[in-house]
């Protein structure tokens, strides 16, 4: 239905401003929060994927100056894909860092893929609610000039300490001379 346009409507006026003046959800810092998961629909291209949303809440700030943000949330989206969706291996290797940082299991995602059941994930999204874990988070500008606070599970320049592999040692051999015409 369109809208009437003939009618004259007694507003508020109200100052929207620019989307780039809007503060972060948190500023750039470490903390120390709780986390809460919600499920949601992600639609791409005619295709609904599941999302998971995890929200964050500051329960304190290891910085001082960021204190007065306690109480404040920023939100991780988490969207699954099938495994041959292109964006598939970089939520994979994203779910990995979540996990590894938090030392809890992958979640299962083989029905979420296969026929859309979320009941599989119950046991990662009671894990994930559990306690209180750190968390830091990064401000950004997204290429609309919009400040989008990232969450993040490892501080922010740090990679991932993992183990270098194991390489086995094979026993050195020495190659014989071979006799023969020069």
């Known amino acids: ?39 949601g629909v992600a639609e791409e291209g005619g295709q609904k994927y599941l999302r998971l949303f995890l929200e964050w809440t500051a329960l304190e700030a290891v910085d001082a100056a960021n204190e007065s943000y306690v109480g404040g949330s920023a939100t991780h989206m ?33 029905s979420v893929e296969e026929d859309g059941k979320v009941d599989s994930l119950v046991p990662f999204v009671e894990v994930l609610e559990e306690g209180q874990r750190p968390f830091w988070t990064v401000n950004r500008l997204d290429k609309n000039g919009v400040n989008r606070t990232n969450v993040l599970y490892q501080e922010p320049g740090k990679k991932l300490e993992l183990a270098p592999p194991e390489v086995e040692e094979k026993p050195k051999t020495v190659a014989k001379a071979k006799k023969g015409k020069r």
């Open 1 to 39: 239905m369109p809208l009437d346009t003939s009618k004259q409507l007694e507003l508020t006026p109200i100052e929207i401003g620019s989307m780039v003046e809007v503060p972060p959800d948190l500023p750039d810092g470490a903390w120390t929060g709780t986390c809460t998961v919600r499920d």
């Open 78 to 110: 988490i969207t699954f894909y099938p495994k041959d969706h292109r964006n598939n291996k970089f939520v994979r290797s994203e779910v990995k860092k979540l996990c590894d940082a938090f030392d809890i299991a992958e979640p299962d995602t083989s």
